[in-house]
């Protein structure tokens, strides 16, 4: 079964920053569009960031804006997602997947990973 693979995960202080990853062994990710969304703790999954094949069309979700970057650097089959500012409300599991036709539509994305813890104390 084809499955993203996400690391970079962790605890970090409010105001800090960490680098998430997102690649794949059975999938050339360089060949898809990537998504990155993320599920706290008794919330439903969210939309975060969204990258076209080539890099050059980019979405965010509205709570991460001007403090989230996704790249990507497909010589190396990966996915990247920036987290700078990080708040406590940024706390939840992070998952990658190839998106469907509508970002909030969570049933459409496919070849979701298991996903990167991200905690952010306060």
């Known amino acids: 079964q084809v499955q993203m693979a996400e690391s970079g995960g962790g605890l970090v202080e409010a105001g800090g920053s960490l680098r998430l990853s997102c690649t794949a062994s059975?999938?050339?990710?360089?060949?898809?569009?990537v998504g990155w969304f993320r599920q706290a703790p008794g919330k439903e999954r969210e939309f975060v960031a969204y990258?076209?094949?080539?890099?050059?069309?980019?979405y965010y979700g509205d709570s991460v804006k001007g403090r989230f970057t996704i790249s990507r650097d497909n010589a190396e089959n990966t996915v990247y997602l920036q987290m700078n500012n990080l708040k406590p409300e940024d706390t939840a599991d992070y998952y990658c997947?190839?998106?469907?036709?509508?970002?909030?539509?969570?049933?459409?994305?496919?070849?979701w990973g298991q996903g990167t813890q991200v905690t952010v104390s306060s």
């Open positions: 990258i076209n094949w080539s890099g050059d069309t980019t």
């Open positions: 997947a190839v998106p469907g036709p509508t970002l909030n539509r969570m049933e459409d994305h496919n070849y």
């Open positions: 059975e999938l050339i990710v360089s060949d898809y569009a």
